[in-house]
């Protein structure tokens, strides 16, 4: 039997990790975090010296697995949560998320994760590429300033050297990168719901989706 599915897409920074673990935890879905996969394969590539610009060098995936357990990032059985935040995955992961070899196989292990449950999947092309027939589609967008506040927050807390100026160029620059690629670039589905949240915080956005999606499933959408 087919799960209840919900894709949320956005850029970088408008808060859709966050806002998704969330809405899974409050439905007690299954959360799907499909950034962190793309930063994950990142630092392998990283870690492993290859030529990033070099795509055939990522034949390494296929033997790749992943799990994600209680909010954590499983890579090959290890926690790889805090280093795939790092900086220097954060300016490369632009690069190997338009590689089409990487794509085609991380979209494939999604939609693998995602059938047969009730399953929260957050990441850039999910609404029209990873699962075209979820249930709920929405869209999350924000202002260049307003997120660059917020990954600088979140970096803090972390425990990350930051610098927001630096962050704004950064996001500027992966929005550029993100919505040009030629392989699933960024875009919101055409039935998506498109929600701003520069003027929201993360519980009213939380409390928006969720309510929507309770709303619809009582009413038997």
Do not use: C, W
Not at 100 to 123: C, I, P, S, W, Y
Not at 166 to 189: C, F, M
Request: charged share 30%; glycine share 4%; net charge negative.
């Amino acid at each position: 039997m087919k799960g209840t599915q919900i894709a949320i897409d956005g850029p970088a920074g408008a808060g859709k990790s966050t806002i998704a673990k969330l809405i899974a935890k409050n439905l007690n879905y299954i959360y799907i975090d499909t950034g962190a996969m793309y930063r994950a394969i990142t630092l392998k590539a990283l870690n492993l010296g290859i030529d990033m610009h070099d795509e055939r060098l990522f034949e390494f995936m296929k033997k790749t697995t992943f799990a994600f357990v209680n909010g954590k990032l499983f890579m090959d059985d290890i926690d790889v949560s805090h280093e795939i935040r790092e900086t220097k995955v954060s300016n490369n992961v632009s690069l190997v998320s338009s590689y089409f070899t990487v794509r085609k196989e991380l979209v494939a292990k999604q939609q693998e994760m995602a059938r047969n449950h009730d399953v929260v999947m957050d990441g850039r092309d999910i609404g029209y590429k990873v699962l075209p027939d979820a249930d709920f589609k929405f869209f999350l967008t924000a202002s260049i300033k307003k997120r660059a506040e917020r990954r600088h927050l979140d970096n803090l807390e972390r425990g990350i050297e930051s610098d927001i100026f630096v962050i704004e160029i950064e996001i500027e620059r992966r929005d550029y990168l993100d919505t040009t690629r030629i392989h699933s670039p960024l875009k919101a589905a055409a039935d998506a719901v498109m929600v701003d949240t520069s003027d929201l915080n993360i519980e009213q956005v939380v409390e928006l989706i969720t309510q929507r999606v309770r709303e619809e499933d009582k009413h038997g959408f």
